[in-house]
């Protein structure tokens, strides 16, 4: 029940205990009363009743009336102290109780905030245990992010949805060369997903590689695939599972190594190149020369004039050989193809997946031919089961050929993987044909042909027809079956230990996940004005990202914007942002895109967020953004939690909750208070019984200030 | 000599200087020879003159050796022409290649000119 409703029902009781009272003494003196005098009393007050009963009314009135302010003090302040209180229990230790004028209630007071000075010491002597136990632990973590910091690899932890835990600067610098031409989302941070960077379906193959390689236990569990940068830069991936806390083979995560070898293999692949010319490119002139000298030295009886032809081509053969060496000596720059760094695998589990990827294709599963299990191939997988897809579905496009047949077998140092279907009358021209065409399965980018895929496992690939089958056969080179390597007890790490694994997977929607778990973007905008009706705009946008309940102030957006009119002089005022320093700077149908990708797939938080919405959805119909994330206002919520405190101004609330204000009215400063003051109001909420997004959001709804509009 | 009389032998390689010495070679040895120096031209002096055996080189314009050797093959006339790949390639992935596409021998430059004569007798079975 609410203070006022309490106050009321208080101040109604009075005049309701006088009015009895009266008609208490009315009654005992009428039964004090005989026959005679009751006749004579009720001549005397029955015309007077009326002028009685007003008289009574008035007098429980003015009870009430004089009633009221004590009422007020000894109902309203205890529970100005209980909400006092609260924040000293949650959310601000340092914040003491207000003394009140009432002698008894100040004495509560000053009794409270003595137990609160006690608490204080004890909790701070607690601390102080807490911190001497931690700081070798910290030193450890230290160590690591040094480490870390130190290493040439770029390193992203995730869990299993994805979602980025930890990274490192390197991997900062290679998502920058992963993000060209992926678009505005394609950013690295924490929470965010690492698919914006990586194409899931490559992830998703990756950690397929890693769960069959757990669970075969006769290798190391790593999966290794190559991705492309926007300007063709080319970055190795190393997968390592992460193992949940609990024990067994199940994954919690994966760990990914990052690293650009772009300019090591640019640099290996002159020198194969160079080894080619001279082998391949000697082997020509080499055989003409040998079989002109074989020829003279088989038939001397040769004639004079045919001699002096082959003694010229033994010259000639002789001048381009070496000029071929030079020429290969001086070979500066050529065009590269990518390097493939092949996977060694079992043969049976990459006919596996490329079953499990037609039948995805088609509809239905090829047939499998069983694999020897001592096969081993080396093979980028990925490409490979991808090739084979498109091959199938290319066939069932042209031919309408349904029914295949997938087998590997051995071939001396090769492996022969074939897809096979029942003879048909495909030209073998065209088939051939296949070999150079661009293989495009999806909208993905990169489009490798049959060809490239054969030569980058330095293999051939071919279609041919036999007595009652015809096949597409790739050549892959063979590997070494894999040693049985770590025992699987000890591919635990003991080093370290990243709580943030044991996050859940995402299998909620977000309205029913707690708060304190969410991933927020706490933001603020400036504007030219208040009202964005009239044609007022925005001219500045700040944000942070608050992940698990921590502010990560690396991950901030700033971004003057130009409004394109001039600013008011009462705004200029509050912010200091003036017309010169927003000259040059991008217009919001430019900066929107930006933002929304910076707030992708979290919830949007903002004190007075109706304000700033406001502007936002104005641009919505120009800039083609809509901002429907999930949103929380910090004016709302204090209102939930603080009901009866005066004021829930943004600095009110700092001081409440013991959150510094350093610079206001700057939208990135006003959004790094919000922040604070958020991740301070998550535990209050919760303790009010506001767990979670859907009940923050029915709350908020019930306040006084929701029905504000702007 | 007059063995190997009758037998016809198709050089198609697009090196002249290989050519010639193969020509002279074959001829010595009492072939009767055609020559062709890319694919294109191979496939229709395998149909104007149906040599018994062809001399094919894998990197030629036009068509392929690997190619040109396909289509002799798909041709049931043609069954019986025997097909010596020559390729300046040394990969055994090529060869492979070569042989799965209906080669009966394979061989990677340089070559021992004899031992080419020696292939080509026993292939012919002169």
Known sequence: MSTEVRLALAVFSIGATVLLAIAAFAAALWADLDAGERGAAALLFEPRVIRLLALAALAAAAAAIAFAPFLRRSIGTPAKLAEQTRILLGANRAYRLAEPESASLRALAVAINELAGQRDALHDDVEERIRAAQASLEEEHNRLVALMSELTQGIVACNLDGLILLYNERARLISSVLAEGRGAGALIGLARPIHALIDKPLIDHALDTVRLRLAGARQRALATFVTAGGAGQLIRVQMAPVLAAHGGDALSGYVLVMEDITRSFEAESLRDRALDALTEGSRASLANIRAAVETLAAYPDIERAERERFIGVIGEEARLMSERLEATAERHAEALKARWVLDEMRGADLVAAAQKAIEGRLGTAPEVEPVDAALWVKADSYTLVRALAWVASRLADSFGVRRFTLRMTRAERLARLDLAWPKSDAPLADLAAWDREPMRLDAGPGALTLHDVAEGHGGVAWFQHDAQTSCCRLLVPLAEPGPETVEAGNRRSESHDFALFERAPDAHAHDERALSELTYTVFDTETTGLAPGAGDEIVQIGAVRVVNLKLLRGETFDQLVDPGRELRAAAVRIHGIDDAMLRGKPAIDAVLPAFRAFCADTVLVAHNAAFDMRFLRIKEASSGVRFDQPLLDTLLLSEVIHAAQDSHRLEAICERLGVAVEARHDALGDALLTAQVWVRMVGLLEAAGVRTLRQAREAAARTRYARVQY | ?126
């Open chain 2, 1 to 126: 000599m007059n063995t190997t009389g009758g037998k016809k032998i198709l050089i198609a390689d697009d090196e002249q200087n290989i050519v010639l010495s193969l020509e002279f070679l074959m001829k010595r040895e009492g072939f009767d020879v055609l020559v062709a120096t890319d694919g294109r031209t191979a496939l229709q002096k395998v149909a104007e003159g149906r040599p018994d055996l062809v001399l094919l080189d894998v990197m030629m314009p036009g068509k392929s050796g690997f190619e040109v050797c396909q289509e002799i093959r798909a041709h049931p006339e043609w069954r019986s022409t025997k097909i010596i790949m020559l390729t300046a390639k040394g990969r055994e992935t090529e060869m492979a290649k070569g042989i799965a596409l209906g080669a009966d021998a394979y061989m990677t430059k340089p070559f021992s000119t004899k031992e080419l004569v020696t292939r080509v007798k026993e292939m012919l079975d002169v």
